[in-house]
């Protein structure tokens, strides 16, 4: 797992600011209104630090690996499952393709429900200033609001997750289909003589 997070972490190291500036517009856009990408960014580092770019960075990262994690998991294991239950539905391209997107609708809103706490923090991270810590951003979540503070926007989470995983691994099955590529076909090792 570490080893996850740290390669999760160099990846989401770049699109952090995004998602740091991306909250802020939403939580006070008149702050924001009739400035572009590039000034609205401007703004946020002349008003908090080039600094509050990250100030989110490891709860991102933690709802991006938990996120990640969950939704393979659980859409390998829920379509392994309806295909052992029901082998008929392998016959068709048409039945795989409708089980792929259950069980992608199914992992994209297990996933959300369970990084949602971390998004939840991220949110009150980036909303509050690039200042404002981590641990204080939880502890001021439970308190204000108990645990449901960290299920605010699920449903609507939940539902957007769900619907584009869905699409990803239904168009995933689609371009196998298409190219005729099997699983043990994505996993091939290559050796090297060096």
């Known amino acids: 797992l570490a080893v996850g997070v740290d390669m999760a972490s160099a990846m989401y190291m770049t699109a952090n600011p995004a998602e740091a500036l991306r909250i802020r517009v939403v939580a006070d856009p008149a702050r924001f209104e009739g400035l572009g990408l590039l000034q ?27 996120f990640g994690m969950v939704k393979f998991f ?16 392998e016959a068709t391209a048409g039945s795989r393709l409708f089980v792929s997107f259950l069980a992608g609708l ?20 980036n909303t509050r200033g690039g200042q404002y810590p981590v641990v204080q951003a939880f502890s ?39 190219f005729a590529v099997a699983g043990p076909d994505l996993t091939l090792h290559l050796d090297l003589a060096l």
Do not use: M
């Open 74 to 89: 659980f859409f390998d294991s829920l379509a392994d499952a309806i295909f052992q239950s029901f082998p008929s539905l």
């Open 106 to 125: 199914a992992a994209g809103t297990a996933s959300s429900l369970v990084s949602q706490p971390a998004d939840a923090v991220l949110s009150r991270v």
């Open 40 to 66: 609205s960014a401007a703004l946020v580092a002349d008003d908090e630090g080039a600094d509050a770019f990250y100030a989110g960075f490891r709860p991102l990262v933690i709802r991006q690996v938990i």
């Open 140 to 178: 001021d979540i439970l308190e204000e609001e108990s645990f449901a503070g960290f299920y605010r926007g699920a449903l609507a989470r939940c539902a957007w997750s769900g619907l584009v995983i869905s699409g990803q691994f239904a168009i995933y099955d689609v371009l196998k289909s298409l």
